[in-house]
């Protein structure tokens, strides 16, 4: 019998609460857990529920409900194109600026349609540059950055404008001579990556490796692109990195969209400059609601979304510039709001990138109790979650749960780090709240497991005569 099966045959085996809680501290150093009845809140089972442990990205699910509370499910972000003076005749005799308040979906459809936008303004050209003002945010950059991987996009750069999540993604294609000639493009669209290609026929490791070269003095960043070339069955192929300089990313995408809608922008002149005081406002864009934006930060763990929200948040409740403080002061309150102690919930960060945030599993299950009762934002919250065995992060697991029972819910992992918060329900109104936080975990794997097995068979142990 191999270590995993073994490893399910004993999860499999625990048949009474105590029995699964053995197996899942016999995979981690410490563990937080409740179970509650709803929407009584009646407490099931719990073990130090009300110890605060690292909770990786669970953390969301508090930044996710404090954001539809303060800001309400059909908040929209929003991003303005100013121009130093008004328009004469389809031209702007200056430059255009783009300021930014935090939208964390300016993806490359919505860049592109917001440069069709400021064309049916009637502007036909630009004869100044294009810059960016970040103000809105203190400061106007920062990068995250939790293991040595800090050009890949789980390590997100934040700022109030944000196209693409400050990422830039390189497609390799098909070339006119063939897969032994590749292309290499760039999506968005964009005149601020420059290629510097380095094939090798006779490459060690066969994989594709991307790296930055950084940005050189022409303000462009160069990216080299190196390993053995991709086989025609491998193409195409995509690979996802941050870039260095957001703003004049953002001001060269802009640029080179407006291009494409039929606006020319006669100066080359791109990058971070403050907004003027007599600008002209041409547009302002508004983002889906939050109910939508939620839909993937929660359903597939977006890091870059939890914390531009946390910023938009602070920005919302104590005013501009947003910042990580205002914005974990802001859940903080809400939290208060609902009779959660201040030491169960530590915060600095929105999306558990971060191995100081310490909350309770009690915290978490007070959320889940508290959005299940409110109709003004249970409905959102619960849409945002992943299904077991469907979906999102609960895709591949927990499908061993009764028939006729649903999970949805929010896993978090780092390294050391297994967590789930989440519901269990029926069509026939039977449902629970839970939330498992496990620390100091040696292997990941065995974790989810003795975690998956626990959550899985709730109902059955719910429906014991006693724990």
């Known amino acids: 019998m191999t270590e995993t099966k073994s490893t399910k045959a004993r999860a499999s085996k625990a048949s009474t609460w105590a029995e699964h809680r053995q197996a899942m501290r016999a995979v981690c150093d410490d563990l937080s857990v409740q179970v509650v009845a709803l929407p009584s809140g009646t407490i099931l089972w719990e073990n130090q529920a009300h110890k605060p442990l690292v909770p990786a990205s669970l953390t969301k699910l508090l930044t996710s409900y404090a954001a539809l509370k303060v800001l309400g499910p059909d908040y929209r972000f929003r991003t303005e194109i100013w121009a130093e003076c008004k328009p004469v005749q ?28 400021v064309r049916s303004q009637g502007i036909e050209k630009v004869l100044g540059g294009i810059y960016v003002d970040d103000s809105a945010f203190d400061p106007p950059l920062e990068h995250l950055c939790l293991d040595n991987r800090c050009d890949r996009p789980h390590n997100p750069l934040i700022s109030a404008t944000a196209f693409n999540n400050n990422t830039v993604s390189v497609e390799i294609v098909p070339g006119k001579a063939g897969p032994a000639a590749p292309n290499l493009r760039t999506f968005p669209p964009t005149d601020y990556v420059v290629f510097c290609q380095a094939w090798q026929a006779q490459a060690k490791n066969p994989r594709v490796g991307l790296e930055s070269l950084g940005v050189g003095d022409d303000g462009r960043e160069t990216f080299r692109v190196y390993g053995k070339k991709p086989g025609e069955a ?13 703003q004049r990313f953002a001001a060269l995408t802009f640029r080179r969209a407006l291009k494409d809608a039929g606006t020319e922008v006669q100066s080359a002149d791109a990058g971070s400059r403050p907004l003027p005081p007599q600008a002209f406002l041409v547009y302002r864009f508004e983002s889906p609601p939050l109910s939508d934006v939620l839909y ?105 749960c009764a028939a006729d029972y649903t999970i949805r819910g929010k896993t978090g992992t780092l390294k050391d780090v297994v967590s789930f918060s989440g ?7 039977t449902a629970y709240a ?22 899985t068979d709730i109902p059955r142990l719910a429906a014991a005569k006693g724990p």
């Not at 491998?234 to 957001?246: K, T, V």
């Not at 960060?349 to 007070?366: D, E, H, P, Q, Y």
């Not at 794997?445 to 975690?451: C, D, G, I, S």
């Open 90 to 117: 389809g031209v702007v005799s200056g430059s255009l600026w783009i300021k930014g308040y935090g939208d964390p979906f300016l993806i490359p459809e919505r860049i592109w349609i917001l440069a069709q936008k």
């Open 234 to 246: 491998f193409l195409p192929a995509e690979y996802r990195m941050n870039i260095q300089d957001p």
């Open 296 to 400: 993937g930060l929660n359903r597939y763990s977006n890091n870059f979304m939890a914390e531009m929200m946390l910023r938009v948040l602070g920005f919302h409740v104590y005013g501009p510039p947003g910042s990580l403080a205002k914005g974990c002061r802001a859940v903080e309150n809400v939290l208060v709001g609902l009779g959660i102690p201040t030491a169960e919930a530590i915060l600095d960060s929105g999306s558990g990138l971060t191995r100081s945030t310490r909350v309770s599993a009690a915290t978490f299950n007070a959320v889940l109790m508290a959005a299940h009762r409110d109709w003004g934002v249970g409905p959102e919250f619960l849409a945002s979650l992943a299904r077991s065995g469907e979906e999102g992060t609960l895709r591949k697991r927990m499908k061993a």
């Open 423 to 429: 519901y269990i329900g029926n069509l026939f109104g």
């Open 434 to 455: 839970v939330t498992v936080i496990m620390n100091g975990v040696a292997a990941p794997w065995k974790a989810r497991e003795a975690l998956d097995a626990f959550v």
